[in-house]
């Protein structure tokens, strides 16, 4: 490539996600923390369902329009009847070099938009369609995990088919009587519920029930540490000095709104001063769940450390947020680089996964005619 041409970016944000809002925030901030002399940047939001917009429609969102507002005057222009329609504006960009999504959740984080990228022959920032999809389905990840013997919490599956046998009472003999419900594919703690006794469940996997038809029901730890580690790198990664949350006693655990909406009652410890055995104890099985998961790039690592100080792993993030108070930047400011320079190497990671794949050889073995 040319260093004295700009890197074309093709950076898709929004999504059909309970992280629409989010994304857009994210998006912001790494678009302003790109250096313009380096880069060349195409802008697409991915409306709410699921439709790409085109540079110039996503710009007016970016200057603050009402997005419903410019998506309904965008739509009519696209042939719905084409089943090509929902990707249509990206026919527009010509010659991008490497595709960023800032997509979280559904989408974006599930391998989706990694699958269109690989169609496309195109590098991209983050990790590659299996280790996403991998990543984003809760029960997956613990699966994995588990195998590797990297410890995370007890937990079962609740499905439709086995949801009258899951009754509290079993849960509570056979993971504890104080339970966390998470749906296996949704984030930022949505469709989250903690119960400690059979209404709180029943109403929680209810709720639960509306974002996935797989719900993980874990065991509760004890007044737990909430730390978090960001991994960046290929097969080299390395991790941050790490960071603790805490959250206010009134809330039970750090959700959707103290993450995203009023997050003036949580404080941050960056970096946070843990044991130097712990530190790195939680370092190792950061690093060693990006491996196990194939992940590329970049992840924030979520832990729960009991008040014993065994540390339990419990999500794992691979397009983590880029918000004003999103851990991942702010972990790998306090561990020595900054904002402008951890975009660089996350696009420059993409490139260098791209032309690792592209070494990989295809024999075609032509079958003689009939």
């Given at each position: 490539?040319?260093?004295?041409?700009?890197?074309?970016?093709?950076?898709?944000?929004?999504?059909?996600?309970?992280?629409?809002?989010?994304?857009?925030?994210?998006?912001?901030?790494?678009?302003?923390?790109?250096?313009?002399?380096k880069?060349?940047?195409?802008?697409?939001?991915?409306?709410?369902?699921?439709?790409?917009?085109?540079?110039?429609?996503?710009?007016?969102?970016?200057?603050?329009?009402?997005?419903?507002?410019?998506?309904?005057?965008?739509?009519p222009?696209?042939?719905?009847?084409?089943?090509?329609?929902?990707?249509?504006?990206l026919?527009?960009?010509?010659?991008?070099?490497?595709?960023?999504?800032?997509?979280?959740?559904n989408?974006?984080?599930?391998?989706?938009?990694?699958?269109?990228?690989?169609?496309?022959?195109?590098?991209?920032?983050?990790?590659?369609?299996?280790?996403?999809?991998?990543?984003?389905?809760?029960?997956?990840?613990?699966?994995?995990?588990?195998?590797?013997?990297?410890?995370?919490?007890?937990?079962?599956v609740?499905?439709?088919?086995?949801?009258?046998?899951?009754?509290?009472?079993?849960?509570?003999?056979?993971?504890g009587?104080?339970?966390?419900?998470?749906?296996?594919?949704q984030?930022?703690?949505?469709?989250?519920?903690?119960?400690?006794?059979?209404?709180?469940?029943?109403?929680?996997?209810?709720?639960?029930?509306?974002?996935?038809?797989?719900?993980?029901?874990?065991?509760?730890?004890?007044?737990?540490?909430?730390?978090?580690?960001?991994?960046?790198?290929?097969?080299?990664?390395?991790?941050?000095?790490?960071?603790?949350?805490?959250?206010?006693?009134?809330?039970t655990?750090?959700?959707?709104?103290?993450?995203?909406?009023?997050?003036?009652?949580?404080?941050?410890?960056?970096?946070?001063?843990?044991?130097?055995?712990?530190?790195?104890?939680?370092?190792?099985?950061?690093?060693?769940?990006?491996?196990?998961?194939?992940?590329?790039?970049?992840?924030?690592?979520?832990?729960?450390?009991?008040?014993?100080?065994?540390?339990?792993?419990?999500?794992?993030?691979?397009?983590?947020?880029f918000?004003?108070?999103?851990?991942?930047?702010?972990?790998?400011?306090?561990?020595?680089?900054?904002?402008?320079?951890?975009?660089?190497?996350?696009?420059?990671?993409?490139?260098?996964?791209f032309?690792?794949?592209?070494?990989?050889?295809?024999?075609?073995?032509?079958?003689?005619?009939?």
């Amino acid at each position: 490539m040319d260093t004295q041409k700009k890197i074309h970016v093709g950076m898709l944000f929004g999504g059909n996600s309970s992280e629409h809002d989010v994304s857009k925030r994210s998006a912001h901030n790494i678009y302003d923390a790109m250096d313009k002399k380096k880069y060349q940047i195409d802008l697409f939001l991915i409306t709410k369902n699921g439709i790409i917009l085109s540079d110039a429609a996503t710009r007016r969102v970016f200057a603050g329009e009402p997005e419903d507002k410019v998506v309904a005057e965008e739509l009519p222009k696209l042939d719905m009847s084409d089943p090509l329609a929902p990707i249509k504006n990206l026919a527009a960009a010509k010659d991008i070099d490497i595709f960023y999504p800032v997509v979280h959740g559904n989408l974006g984080e599930d391998g989706t938009l990694q699958g269109l990228f690989k169609l496309l022959k195109k590098p991209y920032v983050g990790s590659g369609v299996l280790a996403s999809a991998a990543s984003f389905d809760k029960d997956i990840t613990k699966q994995i995990l588990t195998h590797h013997h990297i410890q995370n919490t007890k937990y079962v599956v609740v499905t439709p088919e086995n949801r009258e046998q899951m009754t509290y009472a079993y849960l509570a003999e056979h993971v504890g009587k104080h339970l966390f419900i998470k749906p296996a594919n949704q984030g930022s703690s949505v469709g989250i519920h903690k119960a400690e006794n059979e209404q709180d469940y029943l109403d929680g996997l209810a709720d639960a029930f509306k974002y996935d038809y797989k719900i993980l029901v874990e065991e509760s730890i004890d007044n737990p540490r909430e730390v978090e580690c960001s991994i960046l790198g290929n097969e080299d990664a390395v991790a941050s000095k790490l960071g603790a949350i805490d959250v206010p006693k009134s809330d039970t655990f750090y959700d959707y709104n103290n993450k995203f909406v009023d997050a003036s009652g949580v404080t941050f410890e960056l970096p946070v001063d843990l044991p130097a055995d712990l530190t790195k104890r939680i370092q190792d099985m950061s690093l060693g769940a990006f491996k196990a998961l194939g992940l590329k790039g970049m992840a924030r690592v979520d832990f729960l450390v009991s008040e014993d100080g065994e540390p339990y792993l419990g999500e794992i993030n691979t397009l983590p947020g880029f918000t004003n108070i999103s851990l991942y930047p702010k972990l790998w400011e306090v561990s020595g680089i900054n904002y402008t320079d951890l975009i660089d190497r996350l696009i420059q990671l993409g490139f260098d996964e791209f032309k690792r794949q592209s070494e990989i050889h295809y024999d075609f073995v032509a079958l003689d005619a009939e």
